[in-house]
């Protein structure tokens, strides 16, 4: 089968013939029919981060259809239409018996620790395939295992509620959908900050309120004023600037000093950032872990009922063979680029 391997950092991927992987007892072996470019894929390229094995099929988000299943499997048969939760996870540890298997004392992620879905097929415990519900499409379910869930998860960390002033620092794939959760949650406000503003314009189509370009706005003078010198009640950092970090911090303070709203950290921050013991009072700052087999569950729900529409979220779409073509035009297009699906069937 073709697959889209990383052996270092580099401009491009390379595109290899590999064996199809072999199905264990409890696993599912998953005919990929679509899978996503994401910015933490990006960042392995681009050397800032590194896979924990080396060389790897890239890629942790996709769906297809269960092609074969092992003997032990009990939870999905072949035909079924699945969706890669990329968090592999024991089960049996604590953190999984409370529900968090995100956090879990044996986790291996796929397309880090374990090949990815930039491939034709992967293979998978069990536990990692959702069923997809038949209104669902392929490209949609790829994306709702990242993109979507990690947000789902990061605006449920910061405990956004009905009445709160929410601020999205960062509109990439993360970021965009933190601004679509936030107003599903019922948010008074949502801000959105960016250097791009196509991305502002699609934060807009996602229900942001105020869109900010630090290249034009002052952006922490701009949330003061709107929020009445009381600061954001939530800030969720998507896209791992430090700078961003920094003022996301800046944009919970309330002007007496003495209440501050949640921050949390969802973009990978490659550089240290310094916060002040005043910085947040009262507030929370958290780093959001990915999210869990639960959410992505509870997200593929919500699009089958028809509650959340992801129609505008998939921008470009490309051929396996020319996956490479994706990284200019994350690092380079001028144009509005959102997700950008990699078909693989």
């Known amino acids: ?19 199809r992987p072999a199905v264990g007892p409890t696993d599912v072996l998953v005919d990929l029919k679509a899978a996503s470019f994401c910015g933490s894929d990006l960042n392995y390229l681009m050397g800032k981060t590194e896979p924990g094995n080396v060389p790897i099929t890239l890629g942790h988000e996709g769906a297809g259809i269960v092609e074969e299943t092992g003997d032990a499997v009990t939870h999905v048969e072949e035909g079924d239409r699945v969706v890669i939760h990329y968090v592999q996870s024991c089960g049996h540890c604590d953190p999984c018996l409370d529900g968090n298997d995100n956090q879990c004392r044996n986790r291996q992620s796929i397309g880090h620790h374990v090949d990815g879905t930039f491939a034709e097929y992967i293979a998978i415990p069990e536990r990692c395939a959702l069923k997809l ?14 993109a979507v869930s990690t947000a789902y998860h990061a605006v449920d960390r910061g405990a956004v509620s009905p009445s709160d002033d929410v601020v999205v620092f960062g509109i990439g794939g993360v970021g ?3 601004v679509l959760w936030a107003e599903f949650n019922g948010a008074n406000t949502v801000i959105a900050v960016d250097l791009s503003d196509p991305q502002l314009e699609a934060a807009r189509d996602y229900g942001a309120d105020v869109t900010l370009n630090p290249e034009r706005d002052d952006v922490l003078e701009r949330i003061d004023t709107i929020t009445d010198g009381w600061g954001a009640d939530v800030a969720l950092e998507c896209s791992g600037s430090s ?13 007496h000093g003495y209440e501050t709203g949640n921050v949390v950290s969802v973009g990978i921050q490659t550089e240290d950032i310094e916060v ?20 992505l569950g509870d997200v ?3 699009l089958e009922s028809g509650r959340v529409d992801l129609s505008t979220s998939i921008t470009h779409t490309l ?11 994350m690092t380079d297009s001028e144009e509005r680029v959102g997700r950008i699906i990699i078909d693989t069937s």
């Open 319 to 329: 051929q396996l063979e020319n996956i490479n073509d994706a990284i200019p035009l």
């Open 133 to 146: 519900p038949e209104p669902v499409s392929f490209e949609d379910g790829a994306i709702a295992g990242c």
């Open 176 to 178: 965009l959908h933190a």
């Open 300 to 302: 593929s729900d919500l």
């Open 1 to 19: 089968m073709q697959a889209a391997r990383f052996h270092e950092a580099a401009d491009t991927l390379s595109l290899e013939e590999i064996d």
């Open 243 to 255: 700078t961003a970090m920094e003022q996301a911090i800046d944009s919970v303070g309330a002007k």
């Open 276 to 295: 002040g013991f005043g910085d947040v009072r009262e507030g929370m700052l958290c780093v959001s872990g990915d999210h869990t087999r639960s959410e």
